[in-house]
């Protein structure tokens, strides 16, 4: 037991940073779907909500950025 445990080198919050992204990418399909819903059933909204599913992409893309670059730069 101990001979695969020497095997394995690295930082588990690697890892975790990389399960983490999968978050963001769930958040991306909700606001764009839930986005092509709203502009479906109100059309003449579109500016608002166009704007909104930007900004809301922008910060949920932010944060899966965050998840692929914290492992290099953190990871040892």
């Known amino acids: 037991m101990s001979l695969l445990a020497e095997g394995v080198t690295g930082s588990l919050g690697s890892i ?39 900004l809301g992409f922008a910060l949920t893309e932010a944060l899966a950025l965050i998840g692929f670059v914290a492992p290099f730069v953190f990871g040892v």
């Open 16 to 54: 975790g940073y990389g399960l983490a992204a999968i978050g963001p990418g769930i958040g991306v399909g909700i606001i764009f779907g839930q986005g092509v819903q709203a502009i479906a059933r109100q059309p003449e909204a579109y500016g608002v909500i166009r704007q909104n599913m930007i």
